[in-house]
């Protein structure tokens, strides 16, 4: 397939993801993906795939593409200040059909209320699966391109025709994720939920050294009393809530390792991770501890959300194979 | 661990097997996760089940089947793996890992004789005498944690970890040693590398080490 982007400048953190790469977390492999799962599947929706094909996360400030040709890109998550140079500004949530030739660039803003976008391509970033995922794993340095981040002469091929989608489809949907700004993150208690209700009462900041393997969190210390050296070390899915000697909560990521040894006093409810992956150095975070009916019922909640955003979708485009998917 | 099968979130379950310690190979959360594996094949809401020192971590669909469910299927399944104690199917063979000692490729090893009070002969006798098993992996792709290593050379990690090290770079640390599958920073002493391939994606089998696996060093002359 020609493609159908060059990179022109990479942006802080531009990597290829997708769903996540499932089944090998005993060989000590992270799942990867996206960090923020519901706005790669609107983005992804907005074109015509399915939710977990391969698009660009953008992290913060993103880069600049220039289309070698004419093409549709699917847009969502938080609004990066995306800009066609010399013209349009390109809103998130919402598909844009690009001329053979246009620059658009995702610069970042100093108001932006996330930390990262995503962009899709019909048919998906066509790169090669490894081990049954196109994500990138940075920290083995395999999937996505060459396992590293984009950078500037890349190009970004989709498996369909990159103008097979309509122009202007913009993603409905009555119940948005909580702001992620204000809403607590919901936790189950853990293994180590004993410290839970003082970790709970903090309000933490996310500190700098934040990475897609986890967030750090800064504010006072809730050290966990007890030798650390007995600790049998276990397995760890991403939205663990891991606290280190030092004190300081460490909140897993899709790139987290699949084993740890640090207590666990709480893991985030699947409902709302994809809010972590929205949390930007800088922003404030609080825990709410929940139980399994609560997090079950959220869960719910959330799939129907879905289900009924990916109709209105259908309807919108007039996909009858999306709408038939949608209802099964 | 306060329960032998807990929830893990609303999206997996922890379940306690048990470790004896030192001498323990993690037999039972192999078996336990072999159990899972043949009971994930049956319905496709199970996930991948991964060991940890005496425990399995097993991931589901949280939109196909709930906590609950999972939670009786799961203590229904200890019940009957941890009651058994045939061999695993399929023991793997012995791997060998050829290893130099020393030197730059094991910067750390006469440092590691220093503290352990040992000769640097007696630390690579020691080292390599012992048939290891795979106790579970982590840290990152193909990094398995080998058990045990010998009593006399038992050593706390480095203070400040190496924000580089060498790809086939064998450590140790606690009553464990491990071979870095690629670079990476690591906080393990390193006593010698290998050039075993431990980790390719592009293979059938991309991890050398599986958990269980056996393992022996064996050194290369200089």
Redesign the interface.
């Known amino acids: 397939m020609t493609p159908a982007f060059e990179v022109l400048e990479p942006g802080l953190l531009t990597t290829i993801q997708d769903g996540g790469r499932f089944g090998f977390g005993h060989l000590g492999v992270p799942r990867s993906g996206a960090c923020d799962p519901w706005s790669l599947a609107v983005a992804n929706l907005l074109v015509g795939n399915e939710p977990d094909h391969a698009a660009l996360e953008l992290t913060v400030a993103g880069p600049t593409l220039r289309a070698l040709r004419s093409c549709v890109v699917g847009l969502a998550g938080t609004d990066l200040g995306a800009t066609v140079h010399g013209g349009r500004g390109l809103a998130t949530g919402r598909s844009h059909a690009l001329a053979a030739g246009e620059v658009v660039a995702f610069p970042g803003t100093a108001n932006a209320v996330g930390a990262r976008a995503y962009v899709a391509l019909p048919g998906g970033v066509d790169v090669p699966d490894v081990l049954g995922s196109r994500s990138t794993c940075l920290t083995a340095r395999f999937g996505g391109l060459d396992g590293r981040p984009l950078r500037a002469g890349d190009r970004l091929a989709s498996d369909r025709d990159p103008g097979d989608a309509p122009d202007g489809l913009v993603w409905i949907h009555d119940h948005d994720p909580e702001p992620i700004a204000e809403a607590p993150i919901r936790v189950l208690p853990g293994p180590d939920a004993g410290l839970l209700d003082r970790l709970a009462a903090i309000h933490w900041t996310v500190a700098t050294a934040s990475d897609r393997m986890g967030l750090r969190l800064e504010g006072p210390a809730v050290p966990m009393p007890g030798e650390p050296g007995d600790r049998r070390p276990h397995g760890v899915v991403p939205g663990t809530i891991q606290l280190p000697p030092d004190g300081l909560p460490i909140v897993l990521l899709a790139d987290a390792q699949p084993t740890g040894g640090y207590p666990v006093p709480a893991v985030t409810i699947s409902a709302d991770l994809h809010r972590l992956g929205q949390l930007r150095p800088g922003m404030r975070l609080r825990l709410l501890a929940v139980d399994v009916r609560t997090a079950e019922a959220a869960r719910r909640e959330q799939a129907a959300a879905f289900r009924q955003g990916r109709a209105r979708l259908a309807e919108l485009a007039g996909w009858d194979d999306l709408w038939r998917s949608a209802r099964g | ?2 329960r032998s099968v ?7 379950v ?1 379940v306690d097997v048990g ?1 004896s310690g030192p001498g323990d190979g993690n037999e039972a959360a192999h078996r336990f ?1 072999d159990a899972v594996r043949s009971l994930g094949a049956l319905d496709g809401a199970l ?11 097993v ?1 589901f669909d ?2 196909g089947v ?3 469910e999972v939670m009786e299927r799961l203590t229904a399944l200890r019940a009957t793996t941890t009651s058994s104690t045939a061999p695993r199917s399929g023991e793997p063979a012995t791997i060998e890992l050829p290893i130099r000692y020393g030197g730059t490729d094991g910067p750390d090893l006469d440092d590691v004789a220093r503290r352990t009070g040992l000769t640097t002969a007696d630390v690579v006798e020691l080292h390599s005498s012992v048939e290891y098993r795979v106790l ?10 080998l058990g045990d290593l010998p009593d006399a050379l038992s050593i706390a990690r480095l203070d400040t970890p190496r924000a580089r090290v060498p790809a086939g770079s064998v450590g140790i640390a606690g009553r464990q040693t491990a071979a870095y ?2 670079e ?1 920073p690591g906080g393990w002493r390193l006593i010698g590398r290998t050039d075993a391939q431990l ?1 390719d ?2 293979r059938p089998a ?2 050398l080490l ?2 269980g696996s056996r393992v022996r060093f064996v050194p290369l002359s200089a």
């Open positions: 661990m306060t807990q929830p893990f979130g609303d999206a997996a922890l470790w996760a996930g991948d089940p991964v060991p940890g020192l005496g425990s399995v971590l991931p949280p939109d709930g906590v609950d579970f992996l982590g840290f990152a792709p193909g990094f398995a944690y599958p690629f990476s980790w994606p592009g991309p991890a599986v958990p």
